[in-house]
């Protein structure tokens, strides 16, 4: 019984889905910033995995349906572009070059530091990714010949660390407007930053929003001059 029920495609689903609802309620109920359900949903999963010793190709055969979906998903983000079309006319070019900037800083600080420590292909591959979300992050580690499960994770972890220190650092540095606020944030942390920002401010959420959608454009175009 316990057999059949790993080994059906259901149950790699089902529990990434449980998982995932355990770390959306822990962030609700707690609003702190480590409760991440990405960060949560993947802790989850490997102490099930380990604790009952369950094999990942099992787990594969479930959450693989998931992982189809991420390309429609990458491409509803360009739906958040569109929305903010006005805003983002209004401050084309600050946003532009703020993002350019941005991303060009991450994916050098990437290649520098993986080169200076040694770090193989695969692995710098996975960690190029690291400031863009999830969904744009993982196909572009993939088609790099990247490790999936590392650029998630390097995904949270920058997420939740530029959320973290994100008004701290605006203050250090006397980051008194909310355009470059928000710009600043969603080039760095994404989508978790975007949440934070948008805590700020409406003015710095938005343009949080949108830089996240552009740094992700630009990463997916740098990365083409990069192979594994």
Same mark, same amino acid.
């Given at each position: 019984?316990?057999?059949?029920?790993?080994?059906?495609?259901?149950?790699?689903?089902?529990?990434?889905?449980?998982?995932?609802?355990?770390?959306?309620?822990?962030?609700?109920?707690?609003?702190?910033?480590?409760?991440? =359900?990405?960060?949560?949903?993947?802790?989850?999963?490997?102490?099930?995995?380990?604790?009952?010793? *369950? =094999?990942?190709?099992?787990?594969?055969?479930? !959450?693989?349906?998931?992982?189809?979906?991420?390309? =429609?998903?990458?491409?509803?983000?360009?739906?958040?572009?569109?929305?903010?079309?006005?805003?983002?006319?209004?401050?084309?070019?600050?946003? *532009?070059?703020?993002?350019?900037?941005?991303?060009?800083? !991450?994916?050098?600080?990437?290649?520098?530091?993986?080169?200076?420590?040694?770090?193989?292909?695969?692995?710098?591959?996975?960690?190029?990714?690291?400031?863009?979300? +999830?969904? *744009?992050?993982?196909?572009?580690?993939?088609?790099?010949?990247?490790?999936?499960?590392? +650029?998630?994770?390097?995904?949270?972890?920058?997420?939740?660390?530029?959320?973290?220190?994100?008004?701290?650092?605006?203050?250090?540095?006397?980051?008194?407007?909310?355009?470059?606020?928000?710009?600043?944030?969603?080039?760095? !942390?994404?989508?978790?930053? +975007? !949440?934070?920002?948008?805590?700020?401010? =409406?003015?710095?959420?938005?343009?949080?929003?949108?830089?996240?959608?552009?740094?992700? *454009?630009?990463?997916?175009?740098?990365?083409?001059?990069? +192979?594994?």
């Amino acid at each position: 019984m316990l057999e059949a029920m790993l080994s059906s495609p259901f149950f790699g689903l089902g529990l990434t889905c449980a998982a995932w609802c355990v770390g959306v309620f822990l962030q609700k109920k707690t609003g702190f910033l480590l409760c991440n =359900p990405m960060l949560i949903a993947t802790i989850v999963v490997v102490a099930v995995l380990a604790v009952f010793r *369950i =094999p990942y190709a099992d787990y594969l055969q479930g !959450s693989s349906m998931l992982t189809l979906m991420l390309s =429609p998903v990458t491409a509803v983000l360009a739906l958040n572009v569109y929305n903010q079309r006005r805003l983002l006319g209004e401050y084309f070019l600050p946003v *532009i070059v703020g993002c350019l900037v941005g991303t060009l800083t !991450s994916v050098g600080s990437v290649l520098l530091l993986c080169k200076l420590m040694a770090v193989n292909a695969s692995m710098t591959s996975a960690l190029l990714p690291k400031s863009v979300t +999830t969904a *744009i992050a993982i196909a572009i580690s993939e088609n790099l010949g990247g490790i999936p499960g590392v +650029t998630a994770a390097a995904v949270v972890i920058a997420g939740v660390v530029g959320a973290i220190f994100a008004p701290t650092f605006a203050k250090l540095f006397r980051i008194t407007d909310p355009v470059a606020e928000g710009v600043a944030i969603g080039a760095c !942390s994404h989508a978790v930053g +975007t !949440s934070k920002a948008l805590e700020i401010g =409406p003015l710095q959420g938005a343009m949080s929003s949108i830089a996240l959608c552009v740094c992700g *454009i630009i990463t997916s175009i740098l990365a083409m001059f990069f +192979t594994a």
